[in-house]
């Protein structure tokens, strides 16, 4: 009788942390990223040491996958986690929502309220997921989008600048469901930024050396526990979470966020957001100081 009990109470307890705790969670990550180095520091639980040492700060999230089950109102502290550190700069990798053809409009004012509270100086730029193209939801999610003040780049670039820093940030269409393009010239800008849903479609990018560093979603990634029995995902089985060094200047990061399921939660991964700080001095720089340096000696 008593076993009973307090297996029921475990069901119960799990059950409550899953439905009504986990959604509302959130983890953060800080990076802290030199310029021409595919080495990058976790500064997670000192980010605030580095704040005179950086130019310009990227916030990134990724897979919000609205739905019935996951409603605008639960990343209130995602924003809130915006407000607070302050980023020059938003990315958006994707996948607003789950599925448009199953997509309340009574929803569609309150999401709009949500994403315009993402606040940033520089600009808030987004880029479409394969589950924003389902049912032709596309047309619906760039619209949302736009109303909310991010920048949809399909196909894209965006230059922008501020004193001793200028960046360029190119969005591809998504592979899975778009017309992506691959291709695009490199500019005169300090910083170069590349935008795409599925991680494992960088393989196919024939200048990636000129990108600093290329920002995706899409992979999900289960907590460690679960790996084992995760199917893999189409555009997401060779890059599947956290960082990589895709080439001696050039840095992958996913963002992983939690897919909703048909009930209400899995057991996945808390909303994750991203934040990276840009050093002032890029690595050669330094190097070109330490050698006059050492030669002065």
Avoid at 56 to 74: E, G, L, Q, W
Avoid at 197 to 207: K, N, R
Avoid at 248 to 266: G, H
Avoid at 283 to 295: E, F, G, H, P, Y
Wanted: glycine letters at 4%; charged letters at 25%; one cysteine or more.
């Amino acid at each position: 009788m008593y076993l009973f009990i307090a297996i029921s109470c475990l069901i119960l307890a799990i059950y409550i942390y899953v439905i009504f705790i986990l959604p509302y969670m959130i983890r953060e990550k800080h990076y802290f990223i030199h310029k021409n180095s595919n080495e990058i520091i976790d500064i997670s639980h000192a980010y605030d040491l580095y704040e005179l040492k950086s130019i310009v700060t990227i916030a990134h999230f990724s897979d919000t996958h609205f739905s019935r089950f996951f409603s605008p109102k639960k990343i209130n502290r995602l924003i809130r986690s915006t407000q607070r550190n302050r980023p020059e700069i938003i990315i958006f990798t994707g996948d607003l929502i789950e599925n448009y053809g199953k997509w309340s409009p009574k929803m569609s004012p309150k999401l709009i309220r949500k994403m315009k509270r993402f606040t940033a100086p520089m600009g808030k730029i987004a880029i479409l997921g394969n589950h924003d193209y389902l049912n032709n939801g596309q047309y619906f999610v760039k619209n949302a989008l736009e109303e909310s003040g991010f920048t949809v780049l399909k196909n894209e670039e965006i230059f922008g600048s501020m004193e001793n820093f200028s960046i360029t940030v190119t969005g591809i269409d998504d592979p899975l469901k778009g017309k992506p393009k691959y291709h695009y010239e490199k500019t005169y800008s300090r910083w170069h930024l590349l935008l795409l849903h599925e991680p494992d479609m960088i393989q196919h990018v024939p200048d990636i050396r000129n990108y600093d560093l290329i920002l995706a979603g899409h992979a999900h990634e289960p907590r460690k526990y679960f790996r084992r029995f995760k199917k893999k995902i189409k555009g997401a089985e060779y890059f599947t979470h956290g960082l990589y060094a895709v080439t001696e200047k050039t840095i992958l990061s996913i963002c992983n966020r939690a897919r909703r399921s048909y009930l209400s939660s899995r057991f996945r991964l808390v909303p994750e957001i991203i934040y990276y700080h840009l050093a002032k001095d890029d690595v050669n720089l330094l190097a070109d100081k330490t050698q006059k340096s050492s030669t002065n000696e």
